[in-house]
């Protein structure tokens, strides 16, 4: 099994008289901080149990695995006989304390995204769902994935599940992010799959040619399963993406009536103006329970590439208006697909109050409307750019 070396403890050793830290588990190479260093420590066809040599990576006697802060070995040299020189000692430490203790400064966990293994009793979430299954956890799509010709291609393609207004630019960029990081590892080629299947659990039932494998991914907004299946000659992974908010709404019958209400003229709405900024980031701030003009003039005066501006009605459904994003700035049309804001006259007077903002800016950098109608060819053809930072082809 892999060891996670940002939260799980190791044993502090020396080494060749240097500090290190070891483990009997298996470290992903993937995660070893920048400018360290990660070697195998392997026994000998007379003692198969005891450190006798020292290698980059060992496939067999393999005894331990050895973090170090330095280079224990030149790049060149295959091997490095250890015989007595390497003693473990005191108390398993994290990597921190260790750093802490020879104070060294500490490496970042790199990892924005963290799989978990999935329960037994997830394993049926990892398939094909029923529509209205779909529909009760806010699916959105999922991509499937194969590694092509020797398992080192990455092909993708993305199939839709859900309503096209769960598509949003925030959710197609952090799916753009998840997936960059999972190809680091997990995804960097069918090699890697096999290697991180068996070291991290995960295994799911209802795999027909070959054991399947689930993990799972969630953030604030939105959760992921990758379903696993690192077999040739089939596709090898599908990730599944979910939009937990419309999820909680879908869970129960009272959720559907209380959306169905706030479509509902003859009834008293109430509303919630939001401002978002620094989307996606540590930064990341939300301002809420604002009224409209105070919400418009807090966007209007953030410097802020990545903002929005929008709503949330009865509680309950919410939908964003003014987006800036990736350079340019434009007037959604979100509200339009939805039965909740279409025909509100409250949500209509305020688009029209954020339109005239936009129209009264240069208009370099964004992208403009007719007055008081939204372009859908414009916006159509902007989100069907690839987001920033894709490096899977975009979606």
């Not at 806010?138 to 291609?153: L, M, N, S």
């Not at 003859?266 to 401002?275: E, F, G, I, P, R």
């Not at 939300?286 to 929008?310: F, M, S, T, W």
Request: hydrophobic share 30%; proline share 7%; glycine share 8%.
């Amino acid at each position: 099994m892999y060891i996670d070396i940002y939260k799980d403890q190791l044993l502090p050793a020396e080494l060749f008289g240097k500090q290190v830290l070891y483990t009997e588990q298996f470290v992903s190479r993937e995660e070893v901080p920048e400018d360290w260093h990660c070697y195998d420590l392997c026994g000998t066809d007379r003692k198969p149990d005891k450190p006798m040599k020292l290698a980059d990576s060992a496939l067999i006697y393999r005894t331990g695995t050895v973090l170090s802060p330095q280079p224990l070995k030149r790049t060149t040299t295959l091997e490095r006989k250890v015989k007595d020189l390497f003693s473990p000692y005191g108390k398993p430490v994290t990597l921190a304390e260790f750093c802490q203790q020879q104070h060294l400064p500490c490496p970042q966990d790199p990892r924005k995204f963290i799989l978990r293994p999935a329960s037994p009793e997830e394993a049926g979430l990892f398939y094909a769902l029923p529509p209205e299954k779909d529909e009760e956890l806010g699916a959105i799509g999922h991509v499937r994935i194969d590694f092509g010709h020797e398992g080192k291609e990455f092909w993708h393609t993305w199939w839709p599940r859900g309503p096209k207004e769960r598509n949003t630019p925030e959710f197609k960029q952090e799916l753009g992010e998840v997936v960059d990081e999972l190809r680091k590892n997990v995804l960097k080629s069918l090699g890697s799959m096999r290697r991180y299947c068996w070291g991290h659990n995960g295994e799911i039932s209802g795999g027909h040619c070959c054991q399947n494998y689930g993990y799972v991914v969630e953030t604030g907004r939105y959760l992921y399963r990758l379903r696993c299946n690192p077999t040739e000659g089939d596709y090898q992974a599908y990730l599944s993406c979910f939009d937990k908010q419309a999820q909680q709404l879908g869970l129960t019958d009272q959720g559907r009536q209380m959306l169905k209400d706030t479509a509902d003229p003859a009834l008293s709405h109430s509303y919630d103006w939001y401002v978002i900024e620094h989307i996606n980031t540590p930064e990341r701030r939300v301002d809420h329970d604002l009224p409209l003009e105070e919400a418009i003039q807090l966007y209007a005066n953030l410097d802020c590439e990545d903002k929005r501006l929008g709503v949330t009605k009865d509680g309950i459904a919410a939908v964003d208006l003014m987006i800036r994003y990736d350079g340019r700035e434009w007037l959604s049309e979100d509200r339009l697909k939805s039965d909740s804001f279409k025909d509100d006259p409250v949500v209509a007077d305020a688009a029209a109050k954020l339109q005239q903002m936009l129209d009264e800016q240069p208009s370099v950098g964004r992208i403009t409307f007719a007055s008081g109608e939204e372009n859908p060819r414009t916006l159509e053809e902007y989100e069907a750019k690839p987001d920033q930072g894709m490096t899977m082809g975009g979606f």
